[in-house]
């Protein structure tokens, strides 16, 4: 399994922006699929973003689309979320996860190894 640590987490206005990072071990990257989840107090845990191994295929949360944008380095073994225009309902601990197959899922329990989460709170 692949280590993960999440950062960039933070306080932002409503219509702010944040950036994620995930940072991974192990050098086996680039054979994993990524997904970003959050989950606000009370709430399951839900499905953001995810990318396939090579970077050119991305999905998205319908409520998210438009707003953020996931990207990944596998020279730095690191994902990313951009996320712009936040909306105080994007508050939550947003959690970097990721697949070991080359297939993209977006169910949290097709992702084997996550991290320690990061909290981003968007006041109105």
């Known amino acids: 399994q692949v280590q993960l640590v999440e950062s960039g987490g933070g306080l932002v206005q409503a219509g702010g922006s944040l950036r994620l990072s995930c940072a991974a071990s192990g050098r086996t990257f680039s054979s994993y699929v990524m997904g970003w989840f959050r989950q606000a107090p009370g709430k399951e845990r839900e499905f953001v973003a995810a990318i396939s191994w090579s970077g050119d295929s991305t999905y998205y949360l319908d409520s998210v689309k438009g707003r953020f944008t996931i990207s990944r380095d596998n020279a730095k073994n690191t994902v990313y979320l951009q996320m712009d225009s936040l909306k105080p309902e994007d508050t939550a601990a947003y959690y970097c996860?990721?697949?070991?197959?080359?297939?993209?899922?977006?169910?949290?329990?097709?992702?084997?190894?996550w991290g320690q989460g990061t909290q981003v709170t968007v006041s109105s």
């Open positions: 996860a990721a697949r070991a197959s080359l297939v993209v899922r977006t169910d949290p329990g097709d992702f084997g190894s």
